[in-house]
């Protein structure tokens, strides 16, 4: 779906060099490293933000220079900070941003925001900042081949929760020790597996451990697995904490 392949991209002070990689269809893919390692510039390059002195980038075979609308009509994208215009309201932010797709579907946005308990009317400035994060994935919705029964807030809730609580534990790492954090997210069959895995600080206590490590947002994550008839296991083993969740396809679902 996504091929990244030998970005470069430079800065006076920074470079990205000979950057590869490809997601298919249904992957759920995380970009973690420290800053100033090239994250954004990465994200940037592929939603066509920045320029890049050379390779490629396509989606489903098709480049941004090759037909810059049909590249653009296949990513949806929720920043931090929002970036909205702060004085208007939910429906006339959704009438710019429709404009952009060829094929808006109006259907799905109502859905998600009688969902996310989101007002037409009201005024974007009004919104927390959890709040326009969902106004955010009401309007940047795409279907995940096989995994369209999962809704967009709670995919968000299951990998930004233990993705945050892992980064964090291996912040509490010292830095002369390794710090690692493993990420898996498959279709297997009719299930979605998921495995993190991430090193944790010598120092933490059983009773810790769990608290610091997964205890923030952990009762939200567990939830949303258990509201699509999955199961989740957290573990911690002599030098690791391990979250495996595992959750079934719906047969409806192609």
């Known amino acids: ?22 997601l298919k269809k249904g992957m759920i893919t995380s970009f973690i490293g420290n800053n100033g390692a090239g994250k954004t510039t990465t994200l940037k390059c592929i939603l066509g933000l920045v320029p890049y002195e050379s390779g490629k980038i396509s989606i489903d075979g098709i480049t941004l220079v090759q037909n810059e609308r049909d590249y653009k009509d296949k990513i949806g994208v929720v920043f931090d900070s929002g970036c909205f215009y702060e004085e208007l309201t939910l429906e006339a932010m959704k009438s710019i941003i429709a404009g952009a797709y060829t094929n808006w579907d109006e259907s799905t946005y109502s859905e998600y925001l009688n969902k996310f308990g989101l007002s037409r009317t009201q005024k974007i400035q009004t919104l ?26 709670d995919i968000s ?98």
């Open 157 to 254: 809730t299951i990998f930004g929760n233990l993705l945050d609580n892992a980064i964090e534990a291996c912040r509490m790492i010292k830095e002369k020790d390794k710090r690692n954090i493993y990420i898996s997210a498959k279709r297997q069959n009719n299930f979605l597996t998921v495995c993190i895995r991430n090193n944790k600080p010598d120092q933490a206590s059983a009773n810790l451990s769990k608290k610091i490590i997964h205890g923030y947002g952990l009762q939200n994550v567990t939830n949303a697995v258990h509201k699509y008839c999955g199961e989740i296991d957290i573990k911690e083993e002599k030098k690791e904490f391990i979250v495996n969740l595992v959750i079934p396809v719906r047969e409806e679902v192609s």
């Open 128 to 153: 927390s900042k959890g709040m326009k994060m969902k106004y955010g994935l009401a309007l940047a919705y795409i279907k995940l081949g096989g995994m369209e029964f999962i809704e967009p807030f």
């Open 1 to 22: 779906m996504l091929t990244v392949k030998n970005l470069k991209k430079s800065y006076q002070n920074f470079s990205l060099d000979d950057i590869s990689f490809s």
